[in-house]
Nanobody
């Protein structure tokens, strides 16, 4: 009933920037927590960043803090993941997600809707 669509993935050199977008066609998630997760081959899906719907509070994993930001544009019903100073270890499939209820933002179990993922590959 709700589909999130990620875009913007691709290949990028280490140290470079990349911006991912997550859109929710036909739905408004202005009051929802929006999060980004990633999953590398052979590893569990891990939390990357999240932003609250009301206050705009942001929360980042230690591994990306200072390098990534998660702006959102409620008018466009879109959330972004701005990635800077990328490292090869950032290589993963990145997923966006939306949570309809209050719960820990860093937990994947919190989120009700997920996108299909977009591949980010960082070369060295």
């Amino acid at each position: 009933q709700v589909h999130l669509v990620e875009s913007g993935g691709g290949l990028v050199q280490a140290g470079g920037p990349l911006r991912l977008s997550c859109a929710a066609p036909g739905r408004t998630f202005g009051s929802s927590v929006m999060g980004w997760f990633r999953q590398a081959p052979g590893k569990e899906r891990e939390f990357v960043a999240a932003i609250s719907g009301g206050s705009g509070w942001t929360y980042y994993a230690d591994s990306v803090k200072g390098r990534f930001t998660i702006p959102r544009d409620n008018a466009k019903n879109t959330v972004y993941l701005q990635m800077n100073s990328l490292k090869p270890e950032d290589t993963a499939v990145y997923y966006c997600a939306a949570a309809l209820h209050i719960a820990p933002m860093s937990s994947s179990d919190t989120y009700d809707y997920w996108g299909q993922g977009t591949q980010v590959t960082v070369s060295s």
